[in-house]
Nanobody, 124 residues
Framework: QVQLVESGGGLVQAGGSLRLSCTAS????????MTWFRQAPGKEREFVAG????????YYADSVKGRFTISRDNVKNTGYLQMNSLKPEDTAVYYC?????????????????WGQGTQVTVSS
């Protein structure tokens, strides 16, 4: 099992930026796919972005493409989600998830390791 802890959420005005961090502990992060999901009140959890362990291949939901950037530092066992040009519809609890996959799955059911979530609120 991998323990994940997110940080970096907060309140920001529309058009602003935030950077979320996800730090892993418990066992080596090596080989794990890392993703970000989000869940707004009354909505299902949705895929935001994902990054493979090797080659750093990245994938994004259409709703965030061009505004969000996912990255990782495998030495620090930490992943990041840089969020720019934030919109009120980005308001949600953001979760980091990781799993030993050879690919990025956009389904939350593929991941057994989750962080506690961090709130992101974008005001208009």
């Amino acid at each position: 099992q991998v323990q994940l802890v997110e940080s970096g959420g907060g309140l920001v005005q529309a058009g602003g930026s935030l950077r979320l961090s996800c730090t892993a502990s418990g066992r080596t992060f090596s080989g794990y796919t890392m993703t970000w999901f989000r869940q707004a009140p009354g909505k299902e959890r949705e895929f935001v972005a994902g990054i493979r362990w090797s080659a750093g291949s990245t994938y994004y939901a259409d709703s965030v493409k061009g505004r969000f950037t996912i990255s990782r530092d495998n030495v620090k066992n930490t992943g990041y989600l840089q969020m720019n040009s934030l919109k009120p519809e980005d308001t949600a609890v953001y979760y980091c998830a990781a799993e030993y996959l050879g690919y990025v799955s956009t389904s939350s059911r593929a991941y057994n390791n989750w962080g506690q979530g961090t709130q992101v609120t974008v005001s208009s």
